[in-house]
């Protein structure tokens, strides 16, 4: 079969939304995130996207030091891409944010293309006790937050980082951000093939509704026509059904503990790679093929992993 049949999976490990009191299958130490990722990978992911986190507390870590203690342990153990967040944490300033990717010099960074309203806020009273005293003032503190993610935020994000001959996946949470994105394409900033990662369900955003997701497909198509590859992310309980709807539609699918919880209706997944593997069986029973690490380089027009910087 050709590439036009085969489906790239990303597999989001751990991230920055979730705290560790919301599930104890959420990975948190570097053991464990290096464990997830290959386990992600064996089950058929062809890009893991990477956070670091504070091994004792869960926090976000956004410092080099931290990824740098899985980095080179994913790196060996599997041929999938990898992807460095330059999202970090809304709380993180940019220039924190892109370090990891500046300094590893990844196949794939993830690039916010807007700025936008990310409440989590609701979330902080479901649960009576937390395991960390920074967990929910963490929650609460969205109701006044702005993820910052200026003009001049991303192109200092595209600048530091496209030397490196690093592609991004540019994380879509509206429709206004497929237009910033045509705004640097216009500009020369940002070279086909776009990776555009459609973010359905996070308060602030877009939502999840059949109807968005056609919305933002039809929009990308109208802006990029065939110069993108599409790809989706639905948060929590939205998260399989988004995915079905988009890989009937062509696209791409994204799936982990960092955009998701859950396997099933009030079941938590015990693992990253148990959700690859329900996203897996949706792409297989649409008569489609997952794509390998190498297919999914082809597709998207990677670097390779041995040019990376870790």
């Known amino acids: 079969m050709s590439n036009e049949n085969k489906v790239i999976i990303t597999c989001a490990i751990t991230g920055a939304i979730h705290t560790p009191t919301m599930s104890p299958y959420l ?20 890009i893991l996207h990477l956070h670091a986190r504070d091994p004792e507390t869960g926090k976000p870590d956004q410092t080099p030091e931290a990824f740098a203690r899985f980095l080179p342990r994913v790196k060996q153990g599997t041929n999938a891409a990898i992807n460095i967040t ?10 924190e944010r892109v370090r990891p990717a500046a300094q590893f010099k990844p196949e794939v960074a993830s690039l916010n ?14 649960y009576k006790e937390y395991k ?15 993820f910052r993610n200026s003009f001049k935020d991303i192109e200092y994000i595209l600048k530091t980082c496209y030397d490196n001959g690093t592609r991004f996946e540019f994380e879509c949470y509206d429709i206004a951000h497929l237009y910033n994105l045509a705004h640097f394409a216009d500009r020369g900033l940002v070279k086909p093939p776009f990776f555009v990662q459609s ?3 996070l308060l602030g955003g877009i939502g999840t509704h059949p109807e968005d997701v056609m919305h933002m497909k039809r929009t990308a198509d109208r802006l990029f026509g065939d110069q993108f590859r599409w790809s989706v992310l ?14 009937a539609m062509g696209g791409n699918i994204r ?6 919880l859950w396997a099933g209706k009030g079941r938590l997944a015990k693992s990253n790679a148990e959700q690859v593997v329900l996203a897996r069986k949706i792409i297989e029973g649409l008569g489609k093929e997952v794509a390998t690490p190498d297919e999914a380089r082809e597709i998207l027009s990677l670097k390779g992993g041995d040019q990376v910087g870790f």
């Open 27 to 46: 990975p948190i130490t570097p053991d464990q995130i290096a464990a997830e990722a290959l386990a992600a990978a064996e089950a058929g992911a062809a």
């Open 234 to 247: 639905g948060a929590g309980g939205s998260q399989l059904r988004i995915a079905a709807q988009a890989a």
């Open 86 to 95: 330059t999202g970090g944490s809304p709380y993180m300033k940019v220039e």
């Open 132 to 146: 960390f005293d920074w967990e929910k003032p963490h929650l609460e503190a969205t109701r006044d937050l702005v």
């Open 199 to 201: 973010v359905f369900g």
């Open 113 to 126: 293309m807007g700025s936008i309203n990310f409440g989590l806020f609701h979330l902080a009273d479901r």
């Open 255 to 260: 799936v982990g503990l960092e955009d998701s």
